[in-house]
């Protein structure tokens, strides 16, 4: 693998999803594979105390690494280990790969909001568009109407967990840091 290619991959694979924004990954590229590293130094002890949010983020990592390298033309296999502190080494050969990679373009524009929400009401042509997505077995989307008894039930649990964070004095010590 080229060095050009091998930045390009790193570059959209860091755009992935994780705890805080922690980006808790580390690379080591060599001539026929990109190593992805834990970052421990970026674990959250309060929030995430078996390092289970670090894990998944990692695991959002690899399928950015996946999208990129198959946008640029390789084919990826790759090999989970508990051996020291590598968490997946990909290796990749150049390979003519013809399809469209739409999930490739999502990278770029996945983003955070973390504004306070204005109460705008989604409107129906998204919830048209959600609800006529096929979903699968281990992907669905649960839409809950404003002022239904399952909204007011998952709004209440949701309020009431981020008081319970947001008294813990830790908490928003990691949460700044």
């Excluded at 003519?96 to 983003?111: A, G, H, W, Y």
């Amino acid at each position: 693998m080229n060095r050009k290619d091998a930045l390009f991959i790193i570059e959209q694979t860091v755009k992935a999803p994780s705890g805080h924004n922690t980006q808790p990954w580390l690379f080591g590229i060599d001539e026929n594979y990109i190593r992805i590293y834990p970052d421990i130094s970026k674990c959250l002890p309060i929030v995430d105390p078996d390092n289970r949010e670090l894990f998944v983020s990692l695991g959002c990592a690899v399928e950015n690494f996946f999208w990129a390298a198959q946008k640029r033309g390789y084919n990826v296999t790759f090999d989970i280990r508990k051996d020291g502190e590598v968490f997946a080494i990909l290796t990749c050969a150049k390979e003519k790969n013809d399809s469209v990679l739409e999930m490739f373009d999502q990278i770029s524009v996945r983003q955070t909001n973390r504004k306070i929400y204005s109460g705008e009401k989604i409107s129906s042509d998204i919830i048209g568009v959600l609800e006529s997505v096929s979903w699968t077995d281990c992907v669905k989307v649960h839409l809950f109407p404003n002022r239904s008894d399952s909204f007011d039930l998952l709004k209440n649990y949701i309020v009431n967990g981020n008081t319970i964070q947001l008294r813990d004095k830790a908490f928003k010590n990691e949460l700044k840091k």
